[in-house]
């Protein structure tokens, strides 16, 4: 345990919490040494009611109010975790719709569902200034708006813990925010060190960064089982409720001129949605209009990031409609969504929609 720098390209040295240096000598070198909260010049403030997402997890009270800035992934799912607490949450985002990486149905869904949680929405506002009073924190907004609560949590980006490991010793030189640049098999410029996970950028999630690691490691020892990432990669955001996704969304096959068609199947009419309670979650679904093949899946409501799996398993194996409608399901399972998403994007077909 320590803190290790390169002293050269095949050497790091590990400063540890105690007792003397010592020096690690490698073949090869996986740097995965992730990302830390990215503050703006607004929020360079050592007032201990200004947080991040490292910070926050060490608060010692629960604040009655808390404003967020920023609606990516961190800064949506910590809104609703705090809003699930009772806390007063107000998000401050810069674009019109939170996660727009989303098919825009469900991020629209998302956020009226944060804002039946109690998560009121700045969509498209700024922070001009951050002012740390000594009652409360208050944001001027690009709007002219002027907002105020006990406590900040600052999610606007993350930056590559690179800085401290003197990668030009290694002979690498990092891009904007320390982040490296890799090839196919995740090797930096120099060959024999590779890189994974948030040091190499979007998507920075847990499942895709550690498939990079092993793939990575199975290219540096030529392990022969593993040749490539999986082409198709699932997110999953853990807001309240869930959303999770793969695959293509309608916007992006609008853009490229895919003709398709979507399906859509509602929680509230799926009898383990209707005994969890959970009426307003869907699956949708989207085929190639000709073989209806499945070309994305996206799901909001609960467990969304396990029922995913499935349409994320039929996509690997080049399948669509014809399997959901053969396989039968465990009722009364989320899982008998794919069923009926897929029967209704065979109605819309059939009607031309």
């Not at 930056?159 to 982040?179: D, E, V, W, Y």
């Not at 498939?211 to 699932?234: C, G, N, S, T």
Request: proline residues 5%; charged residues 20%.
């Amino acid at each position: 345990f320590g803190r290790g720098s390169f002293v050269d390209p095949h050497t790091v040295q590990v400063e540890p919490r105690e007792g003397e240096p010592v020096t690690l000598r490698g073949a090869v070198i996986l740097i995965a040494t992730g990302s830390a909260p990215l503050r703006p010049d607004s929020f360079l403030t050592a007032d201990p009611r200004v947080y991040d997402s490292d910070t926050i997890l060490h608060i010692p009270v629960m604040p009655k109010s808390m404003l967020v800035v920023g609606g990516g992934v961190i800064g949506s799912e910590y809104a609703c975790t705090f809003a699930a607490q009772g806390v007063d949450v107000a998000l401050v985002d810069g674009r019109d719709v939170l996660l727009g990486f989303l098919d825009r149905e469900v991020s629209l869904a998302l956020m009226e569902r944060m804002r039946t949680l109690g998560v009121t929405l700045y969509p498209e506002e700024r922070v001009e200034s951050c002012v740390c009073g000594p009652d409360a924190v208050c944001l001027k907004l690009s709007s002219g708006k002027t907002l105020h609560a006990d406590s900040v949590l600052v999610a606007a980006g993350r930056s590559s813990n690179t800085a401290a490991l003197n990668l030009a010793a290694a002979g690498i030189i990092p891009g904007k925010r320390g982040l490296l640049e890799v090839d196919a098999h995740y090797r930096t410029s120099v060959p024999h060190i590779y890189a994974a996970g948030d040091v190499i950028g979007f998507p920075a999630l847990a499942s895709t960064s550690m498939e990079q690691a092993r793939l990575a490691m199975v290219h540096a020892f030529d392990l022969k089982y593993k040749q490539e990432l999986a082409p198709i990669l699932p997110y999953g955001i853990y807001t309240i409720p869930e959303v999770s996704m793969c695959g293509e969304t309608e916007e992006a096959l609008k853009q490229k001129g895919v003709d398709y068609v979507s399906g859509k199947a509602s929680y509230g009419q799926n009898a383990r949605g209707q005994i969890i309670g959970d009426e307003e979650g869907f699956l949708k679904l989207l085929f190639l209009r000709g073989d209806m093949r499945l070309l994305g899946v996206h799901a909001i409501g609960e467990s969304a990031s396990e029922i995913v799996h499935i349409g994320l398993t039929a996509m690997m194996c080049g399948a669509g409609a014809e399997l959901f409608i053969r396989t039968c399901y465990n009722y009364p399972t989320l899982g008998e969504l794919y069923k009926y998403a897929t029967y209704d994007a065979m109605g819309r077909k059939q009607r031309g929609e």
